[in-house]
Protein backbone atom coordinates (compact mmCIF):
# COMPACT_ATOMS: atom_id res chain seq x y z
CA UNK A 1 0.00 0.00 0.00
CA UNK A 2 1.27 3.74 -0.92
CA UNK A 3 2.58 5.38 1.83
CA UNK A 4 -0.27 7.89 2.49
CA UNK A 5 -1.96 9.50 5.57
CA UNK A 6 -4.25 9.82 6.62
CA UNK A 7 -4.49 6.22 7.57
CA UNK A 8 -7.44 4.73 9.76
CA UNK A 9 -6.68 1.31 11.78
CA UNK A 10 -9.62 -0.56 13.28
CA UNK A 11 -8.99 -3.72 14.08
CA UNK A 12 -5.68 -3.73 13.32
CA UNK A 13 -6.43 -3.35 9.75
CA UNK A 14 -5.87 0.26 7.74
CA UNK A 15 -8.15 1.70 5.82
CA UNK A 16 -7.11 4.65 2.97
CA UNK A 17 -8.37 7.79 1.41
CA UNK A 18 -10.61 10.44 3.93
CA UNK A 19 -13.71 10.00 2.11
CA UNK A 20 -13.61 6.05 2.54
CA UNK A 21 -12.74 6.18 6.19
CA UNK A 22 -15.58 8.65 7.04
CA UNK A 23 -18.40 6.67 5.54
CA UNK A 24 -16.42 3.39 7.15
CA UNK A 25 -16.82 5.47 10.22
CA UNK A 26 -20.46 6.22 9.48
CA UNK A 27 -21.21 2.77 8.96
CA UNK A 28 -19.29 1.27 12.02
CA UNK A 29 -20.65 4.22 15.14
CA UNK A 30 -24.52 4.44 14.23
CA UNK A 31 -25.91 7.37 16.24
CA UNK A 32 -24.72 10.88 14.78
CA UNK A 33 -24.97 9.87 11.05
CA UNK A 34 -22.56 11.80 9.07
CA UNK A 35 -24.27 10.74 5.30
CA UNK A 36 -27.93 11.38 5.23
CA UNK A 37 -30.69 7.84 4.76
CA UNK A 38 -32.00 9.48 1.69
CA UNK A 39 -30.28 8.54 -1.95
CA UNK A 40 -30.74 11.03 -3.11
CA UNK A 41 -29.77 13.50 -0.23
CA UNK A 42 -26.74 10.98 0.10
CA UNK A 43 -25.67 11.37 -3.52
CA UNK A 44 -25.75 14.76 -3.33
CA UNK A 45 -23.65 15.35 0.05
CA UNK A 46 -21.09 12.80 -2.08
CA UNK A 47 -20.93 15.35 -4.97
CA UNK A 48 -20.09 18.57 -2.98
CA UNK A 49 -17.58 16.80 -0.51
CA UNK A 50 -16.05 15.79 -4.22
CA UNK A 51 -16.63 18.90 -6.00
CA UNK A 52 -14.53 20.54 -2.78
CA UNK A 53 -12.20 18.13 -3.00
CA UNK A 54 -11.54 17.70 -6.68
CA UNK A 55 -12.35 21.71 -8.00
CA UNK A 56 -11.75 23.43 -5.11
CA UNK A 57 -8.47 22.62 -3.58
CA UNK A 58 -6.34 22.14 -6.02
CA UNK A 59 -6.80 26.07 -7.54
CA UNK A 60 -6.55 27.19 -4.00
CA UNK A 61 -3.61 25.87 -3.16
CA UNK A 62 -2.08 26.88 -6.19
CA UNK A 63 -3.17 30.39 -5.66
CA UNK A 64 -0.71 30.36 -2.32
CA UNK A 65 2.14 28.11 -3.97
CA UNK A 66 2.69 29.15 -7.67
CA UNK A 67 3.66 32.43 -8.99
CA UNK A 68 2.69 35.25 -12.20
CA UNK A 69 0.59 34.32 -14.69
CA UNK A 70 -0.05 30.99 -13.20
CA UNK A 71 -1.07 32.23 -9.67
CA UNK A 72 -3.26 34.48 -11.59
CA UNK A 73 -5.17 31.31 -13.72
CA UNK A 74 -5.65 29.56 -10.21
CA UNK A 75 -6.82 32.49 -8.31
CA UNK A 76 -8.94 33.22 -11.16
CA UNK A 77 -10.33 29.39 -11.34
CA UNK A 78 -10.36 29.26 -7.29
CA UNK A 79 -12.82 32.29 -7.11
CA UNK A 80 -15.04 30.54 -9.49
CA UNK A 81 -15.49 27.33 -7.87
CA UNK A 82 -15.86 29.35 -4.11
CA UNK A 83 -18.61 31.23 -5.62
CA UNK A 84 -20.57 27.98 -6.83
CA UNK A 85 -19.95 26.72 -3.37
CA UNK A 86 -21.29 30.44 -1.95
CA UNK A 87 -24.38 29.83 -4.22
CA UNK A 88 -24.82 26.43 -2.96
CA UNK A 89 -24.74 27.17 0.68
CA UNK A 90 -26.76 30.57 0.60
CA UNK A 91 -27.42 30.86 3.92
CA UNK A 92 -27.78 27.42 5.00
CA UNK A 93 -25.41 26.63 8.04
CA UNK A 94 -24.42 23.39 6.51
CA UNK A 95 -24.48 21.54 3.14
CA UNK A 96 -27.19 19.36 3.98
CA UNK A 97 -29.18 22.15 6.20
CA UNK A 98 -29.13 22.18 9.74
CA UNK A 99 -26.68 19.63 10.34
CA UNK A 100 -23.16 19.10 9.63
CA UNK A 101 -22.20 15.83 6.82
CA UNK A 102 -19.67 14.80 4.65
CA UNK A 103 -19.93 17.75 2.16
CA UNK A 104 -19.03 20.30 5.61
CA UNK A 105 -16.07 17.85 6.61
CA UNK A 106 -14.55 17.83 3.08
CA UNK A 107 -14.83 22.27 3.37
CA UNK A 108 -13.78 22.85 6.92
CA UNK A 109 -10.76 23.75 5.35
CA UNK A 110 -12.35 26.02 3.63
CA UNK A 111 -14.20 27.08 5.95
CA UNK A 112 -11.39 27.61 8.80
CA UNK A 113 -8.05 28.14 7.01
CA UNK A 114 -8.90 30.13 3.64
CA UNK A 115 -10.68 33.02 4.91
CA UNK A 116 -7.58 34.87 5.40
CA UNK A 117 -6.52 33.69 2.21
CA UNK A 118 -10.15 34.53 0.90
CA UNK A 119 -9.64 38.54 2.56
CA UNK A 120 -5.85 38.63 1.40
CA UNK A 121 -6.22 37.19 -2.42
CA UNK A 122 -9.80 39.00 -2.87
CA UNK A 123 -11.09 35.63 -4.83
CA UNK A 124 -14.69 35.80 -4.52
CA UNK A 125 -16.80 38.85 -5.64
CA UNK A 126 -18.49 40.12 -2.92
CA UNK A 127 -17.40 38.11 -0.22
CA UNK A 128 -15.45 39.13 2.42
CA UNK A 129 -13.86 35.78 3.78
CA UNK A 130 -15.88 35.64 6.34
CA UNK A 131 -17.75 32.60 5.61
N1 LIG B 1 -7.17 11.74 -1.43
C1 LIG B 1 -6.36 11.42 -0.28
C2 LIG B 1 -5.23 12.39 -0.22
C3 LIG B 1 -4.22 11.98 0.82
C4 LIG B 1 -2.94 12.74 0.62
O1 LIG B 1 -2.64 13.32 -0.42
N2 LIG B 1 -2.12 12.74 1.65
C5 LIG B 1 -0.83 13.39 1.57
C6 LIG B 1 -0.61 14.26 2.76
S1 LIG B 1 -1.84 15.48 2.90
C7 LIG B 1 0.22 12.30 1.53
O2 LIG B 1 0.15 11.35 2.26
N3 LIG B 1 1.23 12.47 0.69
C8 LIG B 1 2.33 11.55 0.62
C9 LIG B 1 2.43 10.87 -0.72
O3 LIG B 1 1.63 11.18 -1.62
O4 LIG B 1 3.33 10.04 -0.86
C10 LIG B 1 -7.22 11.48 0.99
O5 LIG B 1 -8.08 12.34 1.08
O6 LIG B 1 -6.99 10.67 1.90
Known sequence: MAQKVPVFLHNDKPIVESFVIIEYIDEIWKGNPILPEHPYEKAMARFWARFID?????????S?????EEQEKAM????????????????????????????????????????????????????????
Not at 54 to 62: A, Q, S, T
Not at 64 to 68: D, H, M, P, V
Open 76 to 131: KEAGEVLTILDNELKDKKFFGGDKIGLADIAGNFIAFWSGGQIRLAGLMNGCNGDR
Open 54 to 62: DKCLPPMWN
Open 64 to 68: IWLKG
